[in-house]
C-alpha cells in the first residue's frame, strides 16, 4: 500500500513539474481560437498593485490562460461534468446536439426604459417604424432544453412591446414557430441560419404589404461545413459536429460600401477570407460596422434604415433583393440620433431589428429615442 500511494505521489510530482516547465517555457498565447477570446498576459509588477490584491488576481488569472494544454483541459473538464449529469455549462444548455443559451430574466425598471426609447422613435421619426425582435433558439426551440431548464419567456416581451409602443410589431415569433422542424438556428451558435433568416425576412416583408421573393429563385451555396461558434467557445462543449454556412443570394449587381471607420470603404455581401477564421459567421458583411450601405439599382422598393445587431447581417442579402438601398446602423458604434440619421437618408421605413436577449442586454438604445434635431 506504501509503494502505491509514493508511485501515485511521483506520478503526481512529476505532472506538476511537467506542468510547471510548460507554464515557464512555452510562448504566451494572445488569443484563444476555441474560446475566440483574448487572454490574459503576463502583468507587471508594482508594489501598489501587490497591496491591493489586484497583481496576485491577474498572476491567478494569467496561469489559468496560459496553462499548458488549456483547451484540452476544458473539454475534459465538461466532458467529466456532463458525464455526471450537468446540463447546463457557462449558461448554455447542452440540448442532444445543439447548444442554447439561456436567457436571463430582465430588469422591468431597464426594459421599461428602453421600451420608452423605441416609443419616442415612433413619435418622433417621419416614417413608419417597424419593431422585428427576433426570439432565440431558447424560445422557438424550448422543447429541446433539458428538463427543469429555466429561461425568460420572450413571449412575455413581445407582449409588453405591443401594450407599450405604438411601433408595427413583425410577428417573428409565430412566423420561426411554423419552422421550428427546420434548421432555422445554428447548433454551435446563437444566430439564426440564413434560412432562418430568410423567413425572418418573409415576415418583415409582409407587414410591410409587400412580396418577398421566393427562396426557389436562388441556388442554396455551402460557404464552410466547419463553422464552431460562439456557443461552442463559451461552453467548453467541443465534441459536437461543426455547422454549416448556407447562403442563397448571388452578390451580382449588389454594391456594399462599409464604414468600419468614418471613411467608406468598398465591401461585400459575403467576404470569403472569414472562412479562414474563427469568427466565420462575420463573413456575412465583412462583420460588425458602425454603419453599412447595400445598393441594388435593380430591386423593385425604395430606402430602409435598420437599426440592428448581428442578425441582420445574414438577412441583408434577402432584404438587397427587394429595396433599392438598405442603411445598417449598429447602436454600439454609430451614437447618433436614429431619427436623424433616417432623415438624412431619405428613407421610407425603419426597422429596428435585435435579438431578443441582444434588446435586454444593450446599453446603447437611447439613441433609438434621441429626438431629431
Known sequence: MKTYAKVVSAIFLVFLCVMLAGCLLLPDKAFSETENRTLAQKPEFSWKALVSGKFTQDVETY????????????????????????REFNGVYLCEDTLISKVEEPDQEDLEKKLGYLQSLTETADVPVYAAFIPSAAEIWKEKLPDGASSYDQGTFLQMVQEKTEAIVVDLQSTLQDHKEEPIYYRTDHHWTSLGAYYG????????????????????????????????????????????????????????????????QEGQLYDLSYLEKKDKYS????????????????????????????????????????????????????????????????????????SIPNFLTDSNLLFLGKSAS
Open 63 to 86: 496561469l489559468a490562460d496560459q496553462f499548458p494544454l488549456r483547451d484540452g483541459w476544458i473539454t475534459l473538464k465538461t466532458g467529466a461534468e456532463y458525464l455526471l449529469g450537468k
Open 201 to 264: 425576412y418573409c415576415a418583415l416583408l409582409r407587414s410591410m404589404g409587400m412580396m418577398p421573393v421566393n427562396l426557389q429563385a436562388y441556388s442554396r451555396q455551402t460557404m464552410t461545413e466547419d463553422f464552431q461558434g460562439t456557443l461552442y467557445s463559451s461552453s467548453g462543449v467541443h465534441w459536437l459536429q461543426p455547422d454549416t454556412i448556407e447562403t442563397y443570394v448571388p452578390e451580382d449587381g449588389i454594391q456594399v460600401k462599409s464604414y468600419f471607420s468614418e471613411t467608406p
Open 283 to 354: 463573413m456575412f458583411l465583412g462583420g460588425n460596422q458602425p454603419f453599412c450601405v447595400i445598393e441594388n439599382e435593380k430591386a423593385p422598393a425604395g430606402k430602409i434604415l435598420v437599426v440592428r445587431d448581428s442578425y441582420a447581417d445574414s438577412m441583408a442579402p434577402f432584404l438587397s433583393q427587394s429595396f433599392s438601398q438598405v442603411y445598417l446602423m449598429d447602436l454600439r458604434n454609430y451614437r447618433a440620433s436614429v431619427a436623424d440619421v433616417a432623415k438624412e437618408y431619405d428613407v421610407d421605413a425603419i426597422v429596428v431589428m435585435y
